[in-house]
């Protein structure tokens, strides 16, 4: 898999200690599709749903030693779900983008779940490609009108939601 820079200085450490010197996130998509919950629902936002607490831990694990070695935790800001404009700070090794810190504004979600990173500040293209085609990919934000959807970019790059049950690819950032 192809690794972009992302963001330099740009992530809070979870310790408290300062800021991650670099954060990475995949060029394209995961080859496996992921719901972000088995049932239709944001209630408990990125907190709390299986796409954090279950699938990105597994994905760690198949990285290799010295990179799962290096990553660092950092605290992510994100709406608690279920129409709440609540936000919620978590300590995530791997992470799924929040809307604004991918297009610098929200369209489908509550505001101050972060800021935009360098790389899409820059015009760098939000189109991720699966086998070689277009995709779309989930973000951690919840849809700020709806207890059942989470956002993500669609294959032409735009800001989307769907159903938390629906398979859907990723592309995680992490931070070193």
Same mark, same amino acid.
């Given at each position: 898999?192809?690794?972009?820079?992302?963001?330099?200085? &740009?992530?809070?450490?979870?310790?408290?200690?300062?800021?991650?010197?670099?954060?990475?996130?995949? &060029?394209?998509?995961?080859?496996?599709?992921?719901?972000?919950?088995?049932?239709?629902?944001?209630?408990?936002?990125?907190?709390?749903?299986?796409?954090?607490?279950?699938?990105?831990?597994?994905?760690?694990?198949?990285?290799?030693?010295?990179?799962?070695?290096?990553?660092?935790?950092?605290?992510?800001?994100?709406?608690?779900?279920?129409?709440?404009?609540?936000?919620?700070?978590?300590?995530?090794?791997?992470?799924?983008?929040?809307?604004?810190?991918?297009?610098?504004?929200?369209? &489908?979600?509550?505001?101050?779940?972060?800021?935009?990173?360098?790389?899409?500040?820059?015009?760098?293209?939000?189109?991720?490609?699966?086998?070689?085609?277009?995709?779309?990919?989930?973000?951690?934000?919840?849809?700020?009108?709806?207890?059942?959807?989470?956002?993500?970019?669609?294959?032409?790059?735009?800001?989307?939601?769907?159903?938390?049950?629906?398979?859907?690819?990723?592309?995680?950032?992490?931070?070193?």
């Amino acid at each position: 898999y192809r690794i972009d820079i992302i963001g330099k200085n &740009h992530d809070d450490l979870a310790d408290g200690t300062g800021k991650a010197p670099l954060t990475f996130q995949m &060029h394209d998509c995961y080859a496996t599709n992921y719901p972000m919950n088995d049932t239709d629902t944001n209630v408990g936002g990125w907190r709390d749903c299986q796409m954090r607490t279950q699938t990105m831990p597994s994905l760690k694990a198949l990285m290799p030693a010295e990179v799962q070695a290096g990553i660092r935790p950092v605290k992510k800001l994100t709406s608690a779900g279920n129409k709440s404009s609540s936000i919620v700070t978590t300590s995530d090794e791997l992470f799924l983008l929040s809307e604004i810190e991918i297009f610098g504004s929200t369209t &489908h979600s509550f505001a101050r779940e972060g800021t935009q990173y360098a790389y899409y500040q820059a015009g760098n293209s939000k189109v991720k490609n699966l086998s070689g085609s277009a995709n779309t990919w989930w973000e951690r934000s919840p849809r700020s009108n709806d207890p059942a959807r989470f956002c993500y970019v669609d294959s032409s790059g735009n800001a989307n939601w769907g159903s938390a049950n629906s398979l859907i690819s990723v592309a995680f950032g992490f931070c070193f």
